[in-house]
């Protein structure tokens, strides 16, 4: 038997594991509970970590089958947020800062505070062409 397997089960038996345990283990993850951008950067002197370590959609055959949508809008959606807007992270005293920690609530949804950021509508060359452009009704799309 391995160091990282233990006998905690009868033959059978239906077995979960948390995946917030899984993405938060020192060993996998140095200071996991720190908001760090960074480690998501490959070759900025992070080490390799497995892939099973960073699973939010589950993996095998009973993984997110809404996986490659939720993506895609999450893509989408950060986009059109760079496009439409500036960002910028809010400043707080120290006497207001938390963690970027975020809490695990019924086991399904999760809530956090933080990092705050303030969006402003900013100049964008490219929506004011996009604005500013002709609209042509060319009638229905040829099949």
Request: charged share 20%.
């Amino acid at each position: 038997m391995n160091s990282h397997a233990y006998q905690c089960a009868y033959i059978g038996s239906e077995v979960g594991v948390g995946i917030y345990s899984i993405h938060h283990r020192v060993t996998e993850w140095p200071k996991p509970f720190q908001f760090n951008p960074d480690r998501w950067l490959k070759g900025s002197g992070t080490q390799e970590v497995d892939g099973r370590a960073y699973m939010p959609f589950s993996i095998g055959a009973r993984s997110c089958i809404g996986k490659p949508l939720a993506l895609a809008q999450v893509m989408l959606t950060m986009a059109r947020l760079f496009w439409e807007f500036d960002m910028r992270r809010v400043d707080r005293d120290d006497s207001e800062a938390k963690d970027a920690e975020y809490v695990v609530a019924d086991h399904v949804t999760a809530g956090g505070q933080g990092p705050m950021l303030s969006f402003r509508r900013g100049f964008n060359p490219r929506q004011r062409l996009c604005d500013g452009a002709l609209i042509v009704d060319l009638g229905p799309f040829p099949t």
